[in-house]
Structures are given as C-alpha cells and as structure tokens.
C-alpha cells in the first residue's frame, strides 16, 4: 500500500518569511495530492490539492509542487502570517480509484509575530 | 456549508467500557469515515462507509466496529476499550468516491484510564 512521509514534523519561522513542507510517497501510480490544514481544536480542511498532469498549482500565498520522478510534493507557504500556525497534513492517493487517501504525519508550523 | 457534527468532544472513560463516537452529517454525502489521530502517525483510516448499512475496514479496524443505520450518521464503537485507544478521533464525510474533498468533524479526544 500507499506509505507517505511528511518533513518536518514542527517548524516554526518568523512573520513574514516563508514555509516549506515535504512529503514523499511510495505508490507511483498515486495521482492526488491534497493538501490539509488543522487549526487548534478543528478538524482539517482541505486548503489546496494537486493532480499529477500539473506540476504545480499556485492560490494566493500557497503553492503547491509535484516532482513525479523523484516522487515527492511540497507545500509552500509565501509571507507567512500569525494565522497560518497550524498542523499541515499531505496526503496521496489514486485518483477516482476509490481507494482511501493515505496521510503524513503532519507538519506544526509556528509563525512568530 | 457542510456540517460534520461529532456528538461528544471530550469522553474520559475505563478500560473495558463500551464506547460509542456518533457522528452526523448535513449534506447527504454517501461516504463517512472514521479517523485516528495520533501525534507523529498523522491520521489513520479506522472503517469507512459508501452507503448504509455498508462498511469497510480501513487500516487499524482492530477493536473497533462501526455501524451506520441511517445515510446521515455514521457511528464508531469500540466494544471494549483500551489504554492504547486513548486518541482523537475525527470523523469525515465526502460527497464521491474520487479525489472527494473530505469534510471534517471537530474531533472528539477519548481517554481510557
């Protein structure tokens, strides 16, 4: 099955700079690559996503990029902001396979004002 | 919006207690999941389900068992509870079987003393 793995597992960076987490994944035939954001007492929420016919896909201050040969995905978060603190998790799957997506162990950013 | 309610936020309970984790959703999404969230191992599919009536294990069914009854609630239940199930649990629901944006709950934290 699908095993991925997510670095690092805490980051902390000052207001303003910028933020970069990584995962890797084992199934090359995984296609989906979302992206998850879990606030302090919520459940995750998807914040972007990304399919393999792209190599990248931007939405205001995140970005995400796939690198399909060396099987790995990064999150990248420009002009952090207080508001961005929060556990990150990448996920990977096959997409419209019906099979489960498989998380990282997810990623603490802390962002000093 | 969609709403993913989880009955209880916080249960303490004793080692060999029967548990139930309920769960409701608003969007008459088909698919409901059961997560585990533990620090490091990232989230962790317990069961899930495509319809009522129906499930399926995921990838750490042991000791637990679910049932869902109705389209709009899923339930968690562990028969008998250990000290190694003290975690949170998250429960999502998706809308189809494809890349499917999963819709979180809150969570509810168990501890089994």
Known sequence: GENVEQHPSTLSVQEGDSAVIK?????SASNYFPWYKQELGKGPQLIIDIRSNVGEKKDQRIAVTLNKTAKHFSLHITETQPEDSAVY??????????????????TRLMVKP | DVKVTQSSRYLVKRTGEKVFLECVQDMDHENMFWYRQDPGLGLRLIYFSYDVKMK?????PEGYSVSREKKERFSLILESASTNQTSMYLCASSMDRGPGELFFGEGSRLTVL
Request: proline share 0%; hydrophobic share 30%.
């Open chain 2, 56 to 60: 399926e294990k995921g990838d750490i």
């Open chain 1, 23 to 27: 995962c890797t994944y084992s199934d």
């Open chain 1, 89 to 106: 998790f990448c996920a990977a799957k096959v997409y419209n396979a019906g099979n489960m997506l498989t998380f990282g162990g997810g």
